[in-house]
């Protein structure tokens, strides 16, 4: 099948090649649990700077730019945390595609409360690179208005966001409300939900990096888009995605070759490969369910008909899609 064939499919709704279609109920989804329970939204799956991105006219680009015309587009990576029952709805990293991501949670609480200037009951962020936080930017005076909305993160990224413009900004006018938590313990930021964070090895020019560890009622799920190396982290990657339901995890390159006048020592990532090695027992064991999300636009495994993508479902790794949803 080649690329068009497989966009037709896409837009009529047929799932296929790894793509879901734009509405699935919780139940269609593997792990996920009835519709009122706890679940987290994933609202994107690429690099900060997008899919396609700025100046890129690739092949792969230009796949990015059809599917984005066919409504099918990928967005900067993102989850929402959602809680039907408890009428909660959190945003997890909040990125340049915010407006269009949040049309993803379909749920009508949330809408009520994105009419009330109030859509979410906490942001979380991730760390001070340009994909994880700037959409912090149309929540505020010149977008939704929000108030008095709290923002966890870790005491450095805190401090960020308090000093800097225009955030801090946002800190004064009482719209966002910088809250930061402890690494390596439980908090309780929702009826059903708690959080831990974990930090993380990442280029901190401006504050440090965390993963997130969401626990619901049944299940956990980590949110780690962002890290240098696995051999760097002070966890051991294997046993703390088994010991989990759900990991989320850095995907960013498949090679080292993919960015010709760039070196990889300015944009330091784990290849996808090297992931897939280190997590392959946990996968063929069934121990957790590993989802690579954070792709850059350069990364082969974004093309449907590729012989990257085929080679991480054989593995039986998936690849984060938008709207996916994975019941905790």
Same mark, same amino acid.
């Given at each position: ?29 593997? +792990?996920?649990?009835a ?7 994933v ?18 680009c ?7 015309a066919?409504?099918? +587009? ?25 407006t269009?991501q949040?049309?993803? !949670? ?23 690179? !340009? ?14 208005? !929000? ?13 960020? =966001? ?8 946002m800190?004064?006018? +009482?719209? !966002?409300?910088p ?6 313990r439980?908090h309780?930021v929702?009826?059903r ?73 300015? =944009? ?9 090695d280190?997590l ?27 012989p ?14 938008e ?6």
């Amino acid at each position: 099948m080649d690329r068009r064939a497989a966009l037709r499919l896409l837009t009529a709704g047929v799932v296929g090649q790894g793509f879901l279609p734009r509405v699935l109920s919780a139940s269609h989804i593997p +792990g996920s649990t009835a519709l009122a329970d706890p679940y987290a939204l994933v609202l994107g799956t690429v690099q900060d700077a997008g899919f396609p991105q700025v100046g890129c006219y690739t092949e792969l680009c230009d796949l990015g730019r059809e599917l984005h015309a066919a409504g099918r +587009g990928r967005f900067v990576s993102s989850l929402a945390l959602v809680d039907p029952d408890a009428d909660e709805y959190f945003l997890v990293d909040a990125t340049p595609d915010i407006t269009r991501q949040i049309d993803l !949670i379909d749920e009508p609480g949330f809408r009520e409360k994105a009419a009330a200037r109030q859509p979410f009951d906490g942001i979380f962020l991730t760390h001070a690179h !340009i994909g994880h936080y700037t959409g912090l930017a149309v929540l505020g005076n010149e977008g939704i208005g !929000i108030t008095d909305t709290p923002v966890y993160c870790t005491e450095a990224m805190a401090d960020f =966001l308090g000093s800097n413009e225009p955030w801090a900004f946002m800190v004064r006018q +009482g719209r !966002i409300v910088p809250t930061p938590l402890a690494t390596d313990r439980w908090h309780r930021v929702g009826e059903r939900l708690e959080v831990q964070l974990w930090s993380v090895p990442h280029r901190d020019e401006f504050a440090d990096t965390v993963g997130f560890v969401f626990r619901g009622p049944s299940r956990t799920l980590l949110f780690l888009p962002d890290i240098n190396d696995w051999r760097t982290w002070e966890r051991d990657l294997a046993d703390t995605v088994a010991a989990l339901d759900v990991a989320l995890l850095d995907a960013s390159f498949w090679s080292l070759d993919e960015l010709p006048g760039r070196s990889i020592d300015d =944009l330091p990532h784990p290849l996808m490969s090297q992931t897939m090695d280190r997590l392959q027992g946990v996968v063929d064991r069934g121990d957790a369910e590993v989802v690579l999300t954070h792709l850059n636009n350069s990364n082969p495994a974004l093309d449907p008909d590729g012989p990257e993508r085929a080679e991480v479902e054989r593995r039986g790794f998936v690849l984060a899609r938008e709207g996916m949803r994975f019941g905790l």
